[in-house]
C-alpha cells in the first residue's frame, strides 16, 4: 500500500503527523508514505523511516508571486512529481482549503479527511471521497492517529503514539558532559520568557554543573542568546545551524526547557525530558506530547509583586521553573534506571 500525506506547516503540525505512520506501519506490513509538505520543513518527514518521496510545496511564496511561479515552471514541476505515482489513498491531515485544494485535488488516490464536524475549514470537505468524524477535544497528535486509523482501517494502538525519529539522530548525540537546551527564541515578543528569569536559571543549572546550551537563527536571537550568557563559562551559544543540526543538538540534551515554539514539539518527538513556557498562549491541545512532557502557565502561577518584561510571564519565576526541572531530572534518571 502507498499513501500520499498531506501536512504541509507548521513545524509542530508536521511533527504531529510522525506517530500516525509508526501506528499504520504496525498495522499494515510493507505501507510506504510520500508526503507533501512547504520546502523550509521538507527534512522532517524524511526522518521517518517509512517516508520514502517528499514533494515540497511553497504555497506562502507562491501566492504571493503566482505569476512568476507560473512561468519559472516551478508549479507544473510540482505537479509533475505530484501526479508521478498513483496512491491507494490521499490523506489530508492539514483540514485547509488550500491544502484540500493545491493537492488533493490533483493527486491520484481515495481522498480522505475530517468530516465537516472535525475539519478547520469546512470546504476542504468538498475535496475528500471519504470523510470521518474525529472528535476535536483530544490532542492534535491523538486526532491525527484516529483520522490515520479510520482512512486506512486499522485499529488505533492504545499505547501512546511514538514519533520514531530519535533513531536518526542516536549517533550524532553525544556529548563531553550532561548539559540542557534552552530554547529561548520564538516568534512573538510577548512568548519571550523575560531575559532576567533565563539568567537566573542558567545560573542554577551552572551551580549544578550542567552546560547549557542556547541555539540561535536571526541576528536578534544572537543578541539576546549573547546577553543571556553573559559570559558565564558554563554557556555554549552555539554556531547557526540548520535544523537537523539543532535538532540533533536537542537529541543529545539530557532536558530543555522551551518559550512556546516549534522547537519544544522537536525536543518532545526526540524523547527529551522538556518544560514549555506558556504565557499569553495557551498549551490547550497542541502542548507538549509525549513522555516528560510539561506545560507551565504563568496564570496558573500565584501573583508576584515584580515589573518584568513582559509582565505576562511574572508570576513564572525562575525559581519554580528550576523546581519543576529538577524534578524532570529526577524521574527522567528513574525511568532510565528501570529501563
Request: with cysteine; charged share 25%; hydrophobic share 40%.
Amino acid at each position: 500500500m502507498r499513501v500520499l500525506v498531506v501536512k504541509t506547516s507548521s513545524m509542530g503540525d508536521i511533527i504531529h503527523t510522525l506517530p500516525a505512520l509508526t501506528d499504520a506501519v504496525q498495522a499494515i506490513p510493507g505501507i510506504r508514505f510520500d508526503w507533501v509538505v512547504e520546502e523550509g520543513f521538507a527534512e522532517i518527514p524524511r526522518w521517518h523511516a517509512a517516508v520514502d518521496k517528499v514533494i515540497p510545496v511553497a504555497i506562502r511564496r507562491w501566492r504571493k508571486q503566482p505569476l512568476k511561479t507560473w512561468k519559472s515552471g516551478e508549479w507544473q514541476a510540482y505537479k509533475q512529481a505530484l501526479q508521478a505515482r498513483d496512491y491507494d489513498f490521499v490523506i489530508d491531515a492539514q483540514g485547509l482549503i488550500k491544502s484540500a485544494f493545491l493537492v488533493t485535488r490533483l493527486a491520484k488516490g481515495v481522498t480522505c479527511g475530517y468530516d465537516k464536524a472535525s475539519v478547520t475549514e469546512s470546504l476542504a470537505t468538498s475535496c475528500y471521497r471519504n470523510t470521518y468524524t474525529v472528535d476535536r477535544q483530544q490532542h492534535a497528535v491523538e486526532r491525527i492517529r484516529q483520522l490515520f486509523a479510520l482512512s486506512l482501517g486499522y485499529a488505533l494502538p492504545g499505547e501512546k503514539g511514538d514519533f520514531a525519529i530519535r533513531q536518526h539522530f542516536l549517533q550524532k548525540a553525544q556529548d563531553e558532559q550532561p548539559y540542557l537546551v534552552f530554547l529561548h527564541s520564538t516568534t512573538r515578543a510577548d512568548k519571550h520568557w523575560p531575559e532576567a528569569y533565563w539568567q537566573q536559571l542558567i545560573e542554577r543549572a551552572a551551580g549544578e554543573e550542567f552546560r547549557v546550551k542556547l541555539p540561535w537563527v536571526t541576528a536578534e536571537e544572537l543578541a539576546r542568546a549573547e546577553r543571556l550568557a553573559a559570559d558565564n563559562p558554563f554557556v555554549d551559544i552555539l554556531p547557526k545551524l540548520n535544523l537537523h543540526d539543532v535538532s540533533a543538538v536537542i537529541a543529545g540534551a539530557t532536558a530543555c526547557v522551551s518559550v512556546d515554539t516549534g522547537l519544544s514539539h522537536m525536543a518532545a518527538a526526540l524523547d527529551r525530558p522538556n518544560i514549555t513556557l506558556f504565557g499569553p498562549t495557551d498549551p490547550g491541545l497542541v502542548g507538549g506530547y509525549g513522555k516528560n512532557q510539561l506545560s507551565l502557565e504563568a496564570k496558573m502561577q500565584p501573583a508576584v509583586d515584580v515589573q518584568i518584561e513582559p509582565q505576562v510571564f511574572a508570576p513564572l519565576t525562575a525559581d519554580i521553573v528550576w523546581q519543576y526541572l529538577q524534578e524532570t531530572l529526577r524521574r527522567s534518571e528513574c525511568q532510565a534506571g528501570e529501563a
